[in-house]
């Protein structure tokens, strides 16, 4: 059939004042009976012989010559060639129009790589890939779960069409047209296609209409959100390493994935944004647990969003770059890992205690600096006072019969839990445990509630150590005897840093039992 369309198509370009190859189509039955074993057609020919006919009539024909068979080049005046007074040109691809189904659907699925049998590879839709430096060691783009997946091709599939529509051609069918002509990207499941497309189409900061499926594809189906894209990210921080986007939804920034992203538009004048994550005065932000942010510079009660602690983590890791290079991945992980093991300390602390209050305290001391490419997004106002952050949250135990399935909440704050510990990592600082009220499972009688005061404290390295250790252990049963032997404390001397810079000391002789001693100003306990 290839042959067949090669040589009609030839003729019928060439040749234009010939008689027309579209009668040789009506011959294919006659000489299919002709032919001999072991070639023979088994069975009745005419059944071949209708088959060949719709395939050069419908697809494989018009697809070289841009036209229909059923109207060209099947001219009754060119039937058996030209007369010497027929002066009329050619038909030419330029003056067709494709309009037959069959064709339609045929070229689009050859565009989008959706043929059947077809080997796996990148479809001619997804363009060029990004290169260079850009291109090494890109994470998975591809969907976060099937119906992400589903949701892809569909639209792909609506957007090459109407493309397709518009012209008859598929020269002008893909993704790049689609984001010039219709404002719609689907992104690539193809990580350099992917990454090169979100660049090109989001160089600056755009105004856009997301179909989302959550964090991780979590959603069992997709929500619409109105967002700010204001950043393409090859990289990320975490377990896997993902090309994401920075959004802003009008209260925090925050990070999109590629993989949980089935549908991206080009938002419309007027398009309001939505509001993705609540913020803490939100009314939709509550929990039966409070949590609560102190720091110069800061409200009282205040927060850190979800969106500060991931830009407080790229700020360092950016900084990193261009300090360290491609060091800069190495950081990434020590720092990553340095979390877990901290989750998991944290963790061994709290499991057994119906409330724990946790603290923690960050040295954001290194962020005012500026940055070698250029003008970065502009840090919280707690970043920039040369002081620690201090976050402080409450672990609370869950009742079993809630059905969540989790032993331990958060609160208002467990969304940001792990954000919060890599920044500390990254930065460096101290974190305070205080498990407060035994559950009855850990002290085998729940009639019995001695009145105890516990506090565990961990100084983490921060920047080139990226480790953590125990520095402080204090049990206190006997709060009216501090050289009570009732009471233990692993570092009696220790002051936490915070504490020295703001005046504390320990008298001679004291020890920690004492509350962390006396301060300077006052001279108070």
Request: proline share 8%.
């Amino acid at each position: 059939m290839v042959a067949y369309a090669v040589a009609f198509t030839t003729q019928a370009h060439e040749r234009d004042r010939h008689r027309t190859p579209f009668h040789v189509v009506h011959s294919l039955g006659d000489g299919l009976e002709q032919t001999m074993k072991p070639f023979a057609v088994t069975g009745d020919a005419s059944n071949i012989e209708y088959g060949l006919e719709a395939l050069l009539k419908h697809q494989l024909l018009p697809m070289f010559l841009g036209y229909r068979l059923d109207e060209e080049p099947d001219d009754p005046r060119r039937r058996y060639g030209a007369q010497p007074d027929d002066d009329r040109p050619a038909p030419s691809r330029t003056e067709a129009h494709l309009s037959h189904g069959i064709d339609r659907a045929n070229q689009v699925a050859v565009i989008l790589g959706t043929i059947p049998f077809t080997p796996p590879g990148v479809p001619v839709w997804d363009g060029a890939a990004v290169s260079g430096a850009d291109a090494q060691g890109l994470g998975s783009t591809a969907p976060a779960s099937d119906l992400c997946r589903a949701v892809r091709d569909e639209a792909r599939q609506q957007a090459a069409g109407a493309l397709y529509d518009l012209d008859g051609s598929a020269a002008a069918v893909d993704a790049d047209q689609a984001w010039a002509r219709n404002g719609w990207w689907i992104p690539s499941d193809h990580a350099p296609h992917a990454v090169r497309q979100a660049q090109q189409f989001l160089s600056s900061k755009t105004r856009v209409q997301v179909l989302w499926f959550g964090p991780d594809g979590q959603l069992p189906e997709p929500v619409q959100i109105c967002v700010d894209a204001t950043g393409v990210h090859q990289h990320s921080t975490g377990p896997r390493d993902l090309p994401w986007l920075s959004v802003w939804d009008g209260h925090s920034v925050f990070g999109l994935t590629l993989t949980d992203i089935a549908l991206v538009r080009q938002a419309e004048p007027g398009d309001d944004l939505t509001q993705v994550w609540p913020s803490p005065s939100s009314p939709d932000s509550t929990d039966e647990v409070p949590a609560k942010g102190t720091s110069p510079g800061t409200a009282e009660g205040a927060l850190p969003t979800l969106g500060e602690l991931s830009l407080l983590t790229n700020q360092f890791l950016h900084l990193a770059g261009h300090r360290l290079g491609k060091g800069w991945k190495s950081v990434d992980e020590k720092a990553y890992a340095a979390h877990q093991r901290l989750e998991k300390a944290l963790e061994a602390e709290y499991t057994g205690f119906a409330a724990t209050r946790v603290k923690v305290w960050i040295n954001l001391f290194d962020t005012a600096h500026p940055c070698p490419s250029g003008p970065a997004q502009a840090l919280p106002a707690y970043a920039l006072t040369g002081k620690p952050f201090e976050v402080e949250f409450d672990v609370h135990a869950h009742d079993p019969s809630c059905g969540c399935g989790q032993e331990y909440g958060f609160g208002e704050f467990s969304d940001r839990v792990c954000q919060l510990l890599i920044v500390l990592c990254l930065y460096g600082g101290l974190i305070e445990a205080h498990p407060m009220i035994e559950t009855a499972t850990a002290t085998g009688d729940p009639t019995e509630h001695e009145a105890v005061l516990r506090d565990i404290t961990w100084e983490v390295d921060g920047p080139d150590g990226y480790g953590f250790r125990e520095v402080q252990r204090r049990v206190i049963r006997d709060v009216t005897d501090p050289e009570s032997k009732r009471n233990t404390d692993t570092n009696p001397a220790y002051i936490p840093p915070y504490m020295a810079a703001d005046g504390w000391y320990l008298p001679e002789d004291g020890t920690s039992m004492m509350f962390h001693g006396r301060r300077h100003e006052d001279g108070t306990a």
